[in-house]
């Protein structure tokens, strides 16, 4: 069977490229500090270092609810289509 995919206008999608790029950072950024904690050991307070994450992290998350409003919008508006690519027909 067929997956539906909704069409979105390229507005919402170059955000959503962004904010994918944004998550990657953070996650090789996160990464790169855990792997320093067990190689170095902790140093700093980690009350301070959960919170700079959750302050790193809230505009991505922010980012992607703002596109989940934008979506429901336009399907409101009726301007949000879903395609359907045949199985066959995939890559």
Known sequence: MAKPYPTLPLSVLDELNSLNAALDAYHHLTEAWIEQAFRD??????????????????????GYQDIA?????????????VLSIPDEEKP
């Open 41 to 62: 050991g902790c140093q700093g307070d980690s009350a301070c270092f959960t919170a700079g994450l959750e302050q790193l992290f809230r505009p991505v998350i922010e």
């Open 69 to 81: 409003s934008q979506l429901d919008q336009f399907r409101k508006l009726g301007t949000v289509s």
